[in-house]
């Protein structure tokens, strides 16, 4: 019996194997910023972000993962890693919730700390979760304080099932949210205790952690679609498309604050992914390979810029810039949101009472990467000869 439990633990042991090396973060105030140079890649992509983190993938089994709250980086290695996205993530407690995206059933739980690392689970979805022929998981969420707990949002025709399931060797069912409606974002609205915002069409609920909405929601706000640009997960709040204005909702989908002047909103699809920063009134916004920021209180749009060496934390957010040494052992951050007023200039693209053609010149200016941008994208053809030669080494 022993020599069996030894296998099953060394079985384990290498299944979940998951190796950490860390890399020096140094904080420079006096770091150059440079939002205009198109850098050689890195060759990384961003994968996910919360309040604490940032993470990106820098090939098929490994991850980097920046501490802004502790200031640390990490870089962990694990052949577990290939094809996972992240699903969710419980910031002060430094676990991710992963599923594979190419068989969308096997989740991995892990947990990524500078100080300790490693996956803690993983289960396969139609082994712990019951659902119809052609459902969909629009959603699946870990407990802030039960392990093995999580919620499921699922879609099953014009239906849709929110569910608290506990997961053992026999699962069970702990509580279940039923209505009628196709969930268009289905988001965690706070941490500790878990809360949850489902949007539909025509429909918008908020769900506390036993699955039921809270008292005295707005009877206007259950009735209307969330059109949700962030969430706030501290303060519980939902920045939300209103009629040419932005709304911040409470738990209660009433409107504590309103951005009157943000009628540039209206003509905008945010991905859920948008980030805000409350200090400053800005939306960060993705428009193919650049960044721009849209001005919530002086509906004003910046430049465009590059976006290589800029991130940014989950709302509340904070923006950075960053280089790495040549090794790849060390790099240099610079939080650059007090400064953005004067690094980038501001212009605004859709003035109040516009007429509809203003409104496609609007979107003309939005989606033209060269309007209004500090990079001139040039064609391959007139690329610096060094730019070209790092651009195919990095390929290769």
């Known amino acids: 019996m022993e020599q069996l439990v030894k296998w099953v633990d060394d079985e384990v042991a290498l299944k979940f194997a998951l190796s950490a090396e860390p890399i020096s973060m140094t904080v420079s105030p006096d770091l150059a910023v440079d939002l205009a140079t198109e850098f050689a890649p890195y060759g990384l992509t961003r994968m996910c972000f919360s309040k604490h983190h940032i993470m990106f993938r820098e090939d ?53 700390s500078d100080s300790d690392c490693g996956f803690t689970a993983l289960f396969e979805v139609n082994q712990h979760f019951y659902y119809q022929k052609g459902a969909g998981f629009e959603g699946l969420f870990m407990s802030s304080n039960k392990d093995n707990c999580y919620y499921a949002v699922i879609s099953e025709g014009c239906n849709f099932r929110v569910i608290k399931q506990s997961i053992d060797l026999v699962s069970s069912t702990v509580s279940t949210y039923e209505t009628a409606g196709v969930p268009q974002q289905s988001l965690r609205l706070s941490y500790n205790p878990d809360k949850f915002v489902i949007g539909t069409e025509n429909s918008t609920v908020v769900l506390e952690s036993n699955l039921t909405p809270p008292r005295g929601c707005s009877r206007v706000g259950c009735s209307m679609g969330l059109n949700a640009i962030a969430i706030d997960t501290e303060k519980n709040h939902i920045y939300a498309h209103g009629d040419g204005i932005v709304n911040v909702l409470n738990t209660g989908l009433r409107a504590v604050k309103q951005y009157l002047n943000a009628q540039s909103a209206a003509h905008m699809i945010f991905p859920s992914a948008s980030t805000v920063c409350p200090d400053k009134d800005l939306v960060v916004i993705r428009m193919e390979d650049r960044n721009l920021f849209y001005n919530m209180r002086t509906n004003q749009f910046s430049q465009k ?45 859709l003035p109040a009472g516009a007429d509809e053609n203003a409104g496609l010149d609007f979107v003309r200016k939005l989606e033209d990467p060269d309007y209004f941008s500090i990079v001139k994208r040039a064609p391959q053809s007139q690329k610096p000869q060094e730019e070209q030669t790092l651009t195919a080494s990095h390929t290769d």
């Open 60 to 112: 098929d089994e490994t991850i980097i993962l920046l501490n802004m709250r502790r200031m640390t980086a990490t870089r962990y290695r694990s052949p577990n890693f290939k094809d996972l996205a992240v699903m969710d993530i419980l910031p002060d407690r430094d676990a991710f919730l992963f599923v594979n995206i190419e068989t969308k059933n096997n989740v991995w739980r892990a947990r990524l």
């Open 305 to 349: 810029f590059v976006s290589s060496r800029f991130f940014y934390t989950e709302t509340p957010a904070r923006f950075y810039y960053w280089e790495f040494a040549d090794d790849r052992l060390s790099m240099k951050i610079k939080d650059i949101t007090d400064e953005l007023s004067t690094l980038l200039e501001w212009e605004v693209f």
